[in-house]
């Protein structure tokens, strides 16, 4: 699929636009595996767009409900705030606090992080996606309604007005942001907006109950119940491992004994549970 060049011009025109206006030819393109070009999001109906909070970018990845009354409203943006003060507090998140606080308070906004971004390339360069867009919302959230700081404040670093509808956004982008990181190493001061994301995630996740369907259920849920999130119980990753071993003695005529869980052991390996699915050749290899 032939890239489509998009100058500035096309970007200030298009930042704007509902992700879901765009054609397939104005995103990132696929690998050249998946030659057929798929089609653009569907759309909304008028009656969806009544009913699910979609005003990020006409797109709705979370299926959030409109609040019903203003009570209710005031009950949400209650509750998201108490999650900031609680991500702030030492008490109640000293493991992320201080990367967290060094990131919120060091951006220098240069945009570096940006290019290096797979989300806001992917996206057309949407400027919703920059990785320190749902950032700079937050520093002006809690600058205003957490530290309290006066009027003039407001010149210097921006006011903002809290309600549902930045709250939802704030969540979608929070989720849609996929966590890589390379925004962090992109930037000179260290400033890593992936965890700023991650630590949204917390508000929304533990103090909301927002989350994606897709990782509350099959994520989450399975860890806690089965536990891992790819379904593997116990019996059947024991049966992997001795598969595994099995394996490495036909390839290289070696014995070869893979510990699991061993009490005393000098280094703990950890791979992703989709690699005991998909690619044990990977395990193999650190056996």
């Known amino acids: 699929m032939k890239q489509k060049n ?30 057929t070009p798929q089609p653009p999001i569907k759309p909304l109906t008028e009656s969806q767009k009544n009913t699910y909070e979609c005003s990020l970018d006409g ?32 008490e109640d998140n000293w493991t ?13 906004k240069c945009l570096a992080c940006s290019e290096d971004c797979p989300t806001y390339i992917a996206s057309g360069r949407q400027e919703v996606y920059r990785p320190n867009y749902r950032s700079e919302v937050l520093r002006r959230v809690i600058t205003k309604y957490i530290k309290g ?32 990181r390379r925004c962090a190493q992109a930037c000179t ?19 909301m109950g927002i ?7 099959l994520g989450t849920v399975q860890q ?4 891992a999130s790819t379904g593997i119980n116990p019996k059947a990753f024991n049966g992997i491992v001795e598969f595994m071993e099995q394996e490495i003695e036909e390839k290289t005529g070696r014995k070869t004994k ?3 869980d061993k009490e005393g052991a000098d280094i703990l390996l950890i791979h992703n549970s989709g690699e005991y699915l998909s690619w044990l050749e990977n395990p193999e290899a650190f056996a």
């Open 6 to 35: 998009i100058t500035i011009k096309d970007i200030s025109k298009k930042q704007d636009e509902p992700l879901a206006n765009l054609g397939a030819d104005e995103l990132m393109p696929l690998p050249c595996d998946c030659a």
């Open 59 to 90: 797109v709705s990845a979370l299926g959030l409900l409109k609040p019903k009354t203003k009570e209710e409203e005031e009950k949400l943006v209650r509750s998201f705030l108490n999650g900031l003060k609680k991500l702030l507090s030492r």
């Open 96 to 108: 992320f606090l201080q990367p967290l606080t060094l990131s919120l308070e060091y951006c220098a």
């Open 149 to 180: 700081k006066g009027a003039f404040s407001r010149f210097t670093e921006g006011d903002i007005e809290l309600n549902w509808a930045l709250i939802a956004r704030l969540a979608e982008l929070a989720y849609r942001c996929t966590l890589c």
């Open 189 to 207: 001061r260290g400033v890593d907006n992936g965890l700023i994301a991650h630590e949204l995630r917390k508000v929304f996740s533990q103090e």
């Open 211 to 217: 989350a994606p369907k897709e990782l509350h259920k």
């Open 224 to 227: 806690l119940k089965v536990g």
């Open 258 to 260: 893979i510990p699991v």
